[in-house]
């Protein structure tokens, strides 16, 4: 199975801050990555595929980069709708692991 | 808009099963997988399995064969998930998500979530 971790767990941060979250694959995924923003009693919400894709009416201010075992997701000028949890998830091969998440917290 | 609508929350005691139900509705049914993710209270996201409504052809995560069984009705474009020997350890949030396969592979969207305690 890939394993799959993010790091920091958490952070803390301000509005208007740039904010990185990294993602490391135990082996390669190539470009199967993708990242989820996840609130408090909510279901997980698609933020990007394919390691930099951002699908319909996910904001600018979010982007993806990373190939093969090591990708990074960061947010330009932190907004108070983006305090949530950020998953990363392979789909290169089952199982479709997920890695323990990053919370991101109000400094 | 596509759409995954899932069954109220459950009970269980220890040692019996459980059934998630999920009801899609907006695309074609048979035209997408249906992943099942787990989380935890407090915890992360934990795949389960995934069922291809097409043939109803199931791939799961080692650590849930034998235990999980997943199944669809076509007539009613509804999967299930029943999970059968619950333990406490099976106390979470059950997600059933729309697989997106174009070579790349995405889960959008997800159900609303099915709370599963197990206790005595």
């Known amino acids: 199975d890939t394993q799959m971790s993010q790091s920091p767990s958490s952070l803390s941060a301000s509005i208007g801050d740039r904010v990185t979250i990294t993602c490391r694959a135990s082996?390669?995924?190539?470009?199967?990555l993708n990242w989820y923003q996840q609130k408090p009693g909510r279901a997980p919400k698609l933020l990007i595929y394919?390691?930099?894709t951002l699908p319909s009416g996910v904001p600018s201010r979010f982007s993806g980069r990373g190939s093969g075992t090591d990708f990074t997701l960061t947010i330009n000028s932190l907004q108070p709708e983006d305090f949530a949890t950020y998953y990363c998830q392979q789909t290169y091969s089952p199982p479709r692991t997920f890695g323990l998440g990053t919370k991101v917290e109000l400094k | 808009q596509v759409q995954l609508v899932q069954s109220g929350a459950e009970v269980k005691k220890p040692g019996a099963s459980v059934s998630v139900s999920c009801t899609t509705s907006g695309y074609t049914f048979t035209s997408y997988s249906i992943d099942w993710v787990r989380q935890a209270p407090g915890q992360g996201l934990e795949w389960i399995g995934t069922?291809?409504?097409?043939?109803?052809?199931?791939t799961f995560a080692q650590k849930f064969q034998g235990r999980v069984t997943m199944t669809r009705d076509t007539s009613t474009n509804t999967l299930y998930m029943e999970m059968t020997s619950l333990r406490s350890e099976d106390t979470a949030v059950y997600y059933c998500?729309?697989?997106?396969?174009?070579?790349?592979?995405?889960?959008?969207?997800w159900g609303q979530g099915t709370l599963v305690t197990v206790s005595s």
């Open positions: 394919s390691a930099s």
């Open positions: 082996q390669s995924v190539s470009f199967y």
């Open positions: 998500a729309r697989l997106l396969d174009y070579g790349i592979k995405w889960l959008d969207p």
């Open positions: 069922v291809n409504p097409s043939d109803n052809s199931t």
